[in-house]
């Protein structure tokens, strides 16, 4: 192994920190496609050896074979999924956190580390208008942000049950049919029901189709209720207001899914189809999705914390220093003990650039979402298929098949034009644009639109 004075070790680190910088100067970035297994085999050959190929040689397979065959998730034509769009500053000061062995998980370890995590989660705990003793944690992504609020409202409802003393053990979980597959996923893991909410006319979660099923089933058996802002399938908000007054009514836990949607809070032009998010017991945004960070990071912010420690603080006697400090430990606040300092890109970038800057980049991608939608109501072979809430568009081309749809995109990937996966929606295939790169420009949405002419 090297030391830290070893001279090739000092080259290394030049050669990689050159290519990190190379890589954030390319303009444009290349697409670059996926490989099959055989050919990055044959390309990139062994690897691990009992006495290693060198620096320069690993460097080499990653440059010229690993890297072209991994996309570019900020290439401003990546329009599938949701994609992410770092900040340079985000990114580079990623480089910086890999390079300074923090531990993120405790105050005693990474107090400086936490208490800039803690700031950029109180901004995020503003836009939302969450009260002053709000507070959370940064988490992989939102599938363990959505599992950790989960596991915490069920804590609080069967703590209630146990005051109550009727020995009921709440055990479901609402949520519409536009709720994020990870919804289904933490139910399973809880072994928790999921109880479908139907949808109104525009698809959304309303207090009324949710005050009929807590009926059906009681109220007192449900740990929570699940509202989306910004589904992902079609960026519809649902109507958070009335679903939050109905929540309150009965007591039951609001966790607000906001994992892509939760950035549009700091566009102050759509910030009121958000009315009632304030009124949430958790939620989540993911800023690796629309807040220009890099994975992986998920903001999970709970109204009162401290039901949260309890659920989550995990006891081992080599941790009786740390869960016996009354201080702050990101890790009593989420499924997971050991974390990266994953909050802190985000911070950096958030403290060079302002939040005015934020705040204009998400405006942009709003913009150049209505610009799709414009497009595709003026061109006749294209049509709409729901009114677009946030920066998702979803559309079909009159005439195709499913086989169309797939062909078609294949065909934008192949030709490193630009990624665009087709999505179904009741058994129909569309097109569908996520649209969260302040890069992406009007010119390149109408130079996908055209090659569907
Ligand atoms: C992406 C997404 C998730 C899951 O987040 P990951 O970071 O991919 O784990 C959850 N909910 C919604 C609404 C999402 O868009």
Known sequence: MHSHRDPTLHDLGRSVLRY???????????????MTPE????????????????????MDVFTEVLAPA?????????LAFIPCAPTNEATMFDLVVAASSIYGGSWLEGSGAVHAENETLRWIADLAGLPEQAGGVFTP???????????????????EAARRGDG?????????????SSIASACEVMDAELVPVPLDESWRLTGENLRAVLAEHGPESFVAVVATAGTTNFGIVDDLDSIAEVCAEHGIWLHVDAAYGGAGLAAPSIRERYVGIERCDSFIVDPHKWLFAPFDCCALLYRDPTVARAAHTQRAGYLDVLTEAADWNPADYSVGLTRRAR??????????????????????TLEVAAVAEAEIARRPELELVH?????VVVFRRL????????????????????????????????????VVNPETTPEDITMILDTMA
């Open 20 to 34: 990190a910088d190379e890589r954030l100067r390319l303009d444009p970035v290349p697409l670059d496609r996926p």
């Open 39 to 58: 050919e990055l085999q044959q390309r990139a050959g062994r690897t691990i050896t009992p006495d290693g190929i060198g620096g320069d040689r690993a």
């Open 70 to 78: 991994c996309l570019s998730i900020d290439h401003p034509r990546y």
């Open 141 to 159: 992504g939102g599938t363990i942000g959505n599992l950790s609020a989960l596991v915490a409202a069920r804590w609080s409802a069967r703590r």
């Open 168 to 180: 009921s053990r709440p055990y479901r979980v609402a949520a519409s049919a536009g709720a994020h």
């Open 343 to 364: 909050g802190l890109p985000l911070w950096f970038s958030l403290a060079v650039n302002g939040t005015d800057r934020y705040a204009a980049a998400v405006e942009r």
């Open 387 to 391: 009114e677009r809430d946030l920066t």
């Open 399 to 434: 005439g195709w098949t499913a086989a169309d749809y797939h062909a078609w995109s294949d065909r934008l990937l192949a030709e490193e034009l630009a990624f665009v996966v087709p999505t179904t929606h009741d058994g129909e295939t569309l097109a569908r644009f996520a």
